[in-house]
C-alpha cells in the first residue's frame, strides 16, 4: 500500500472516529438537559412516561419501540414503592380497529420483558409528543418521582413540554438511564443531527 493511500485511510478512520465520539458527547449532554436544578427526593412511587412511536408491521413492536421500552425498564428504582409505567400513544392515521402504539408497547415489555402487569398503564389518546404529556398528566401528577424514556433528544423534548404544560409536575423529573456509552454507537451521530 502506497503511503499516500495510508494517509488517506488514516484520515478517513481518524474523521469516522470523532464523527462517532461527537454523537456519543451530543447524546450524553441532551440525556442530562431539561432536568430542574435540585433532583426530586426520596424513593417513593414513580412513573415513567414511554413515549409512543409507530408500530411495525402487524401491531408488532418495531426497533424504536423495543429501545424505548428497554430504556423504561432499565430507568426503575428498585427501591421505589411502586413504579409504574405509562405507555403512551394512539397510532395515528390507523384504523380504530388496530392496536394503539401504547398496548403495542406495554405487550413487549410484559411478554418479553417480563414486567408486571399490575405496572402497565395505558394513554391511548395521543399521536404527537406534545400529546403525550398532555394525556399522561392525569396519569402521572399524583407521583413523587417522575421519569420520560425515550431516545436521548426526544426524551428531552419531552422533558421541555412537560416543564413547558406542568411546571410542579417537572420539579420532580429524575433521569432515566436513555445514554449508555457506547450503545447504538454509529446511529447517535445521525440521532444527534435529527434530534427527533
Not at 403525550?132 to 426524551?155: C, D, G, M, Q
Request: charged share 25%; proline share 7%; aromatic share 8%.
Amino acid at each position: 500500500m502506497s503511503p499516500a493511500r495510508r494517509r488517506l485511510l488514516f484520515a478517513a478512520a481518524a474523521a469516522a472516529g470523532a464523527v462517532l465520539l461527537w454523537g456519543e458527547w451530543a447524546n450524553r449532554r441532551a440525556s442530562r438537559q431539561e432536568y430542574p436544578a435540585a433532583a426530586a427526593a426520596g424513593c417513593g412511587a414513580e412513573a415513567i412516561v414511554v413515549l409512543g412511536f409507530p408500530s411495525g408491521r402487524g401491531d408488532r413492536p418495531g426497533l424504536v419501540q423495543r429501545y424505548r421500552v428497554r430504556i423504561a425498564v432499565r430507568s426503575r428504582d428498585p427501591r421505589a414503592e411502586r413504579s409504574v409505567l405509562v405507555f403512551t400513544g394512539r397510532s395515528p392515521g390507523r384504523p380504530s380497529t388496530r392496536r394503539s402504539e401504547a398496548a403495542v408497547m406495554a405487550e413487549y415489555a410484559v411478554g418479553v420483558l417480563g414486567v408486571d402487569p399490575a405496572d402497565v398503564v395505558l394513554e391511548e389518546q395521543a399521536t404527537t409528543t406534545w400529546e403525550n404529556i398532555r394525556y399522561s398528566l392525569p396519569l402521572i401528577e399524583s407521583f413523587p418521582v417522575v421519569k420520560i424514556a425515550s431516545n436521548t433528544f426526544h426524551a428531552r423534548k419531552g422533558r421541555r413540554y412537560l416543564r413547558e404544560q406542568a411546571p410542579a409536575v417537572a420539579a420532580r423529573l429524575r433521569p432515566t438511564r436513555d445514554h449508555r456509552f457506547g450503545e447504538l454507537l454509529a446511529v447517535k451521530p445521525l440521532l444527534a443531527v435529527l434530534r427527533r
